[in-house]
């Protein structure tokens, strides 16, 4: 199954367009959440199932995801990851050091408003029709993703 995510389009952005401020990159994230959308459109309507993966959040991806269910017909599974606020941030700075993060993220947002971000953000899941699995990634078993494909199978 194809794995979209919102960061392959908007670290594709950065590099064809540059990064600069926050003010920029919150319009890359919004163009590249509408990329992401048309993306699976096209893919289910083609009849390929599609995964979207992004932090998404229910007052601005809620409506087009409804308005693509109602569009094609296609079932939602949702899968929502998390973990505590310091493990969050944990992560999150390794990722910097690492260079794991592509560095229009990190140099278009202050590292205090990131963090601060990381420990009060809550992600829950959308209001769409379908089950909902939440994963503790702090708690994972040494097979957790094959008993996860597992259970969005028998969803």
């Known amino acids: 199954m ?3 995510s919102k960061d392959l389009f908007k670290e594709t952005l950065f590099d064809e367009l540059g990064w600069s401020d ?17 993306s699976a459109t096209a893919l289910l309507e083609a009849g390929q199932s599609v995964a979207l993966e992004s932090n998404f959040f229910a007052e601005w991806d809620t409506p087009p995801l409804r308005q693509l269910a109602e569009k094609i ?5 949702q899968v929502v990851c998390t973990a505590s606020g310091p493990t969050l941030v944990e992560r999150y700075k390794r990722r910097i050091v690492t260079r794991e993060r592509h560095p229009g993220h990190t140099e278009s947002e202050p590292l205090e408003d ?7 953000g809550h992600w829950d899941a ?5 089950p909902v699995i939440q994963v503790d990634t702090e708690r994972l078993a040494p097979d ?5 494909v597992e259970e969005i199978r028998q969803e």
């Open 144 to 148: 957790y993703l094959e008993a996860l």
């Open 2 to 4: 194809p794995l979209l």
């Open 73 to 77: 017909a296609c079932r939602f599974v």
């Open 22 to 38: 926050r003010a920029w990159s919150r319009r890359l994230g919004g163009t590249s959440m509408a990329l992401l959308f048309q």
């Open 126 to 130: 959308l209001d769409l029709d379908g």
């Open 114 to 120: 990131a963090l601060s971000r990381l420990l009060n």
